[in-house]
Every structure is written in C-alpha cells, then in structure tokens.
C-alpha cells in the first residue's frame, strides 16, 4: 500500500523516504 509521507505526497515501499516522492512527482 502506498504511503503518505510528512510532505503529503504518496509514496510506495520500493522508494525511501520523501526522496523518492520527489522524483515520483
């Protein structure tokens, strides 16, 4: 299940932390 990280984007479990949010966005 995606998660939503401090930053309110969604992030999945492969990608570590806000970062990934980042480059997903």
């Known amino acids: 299940m ?3 990280n401090q930053f ?3 992030v ?3 990608v ?3 970062q990934g949010a980042q ?3």
């Open 2 to 4: 995606p998660e939503i």
């Open 8 to 10: 309110g984007q969604q």
């Open 12 to 14: 999945n479990d492969l």
């Open 16 to 18: 570590p932390g806000w």
């Open 23 to 25: 480059v997903l966005r």
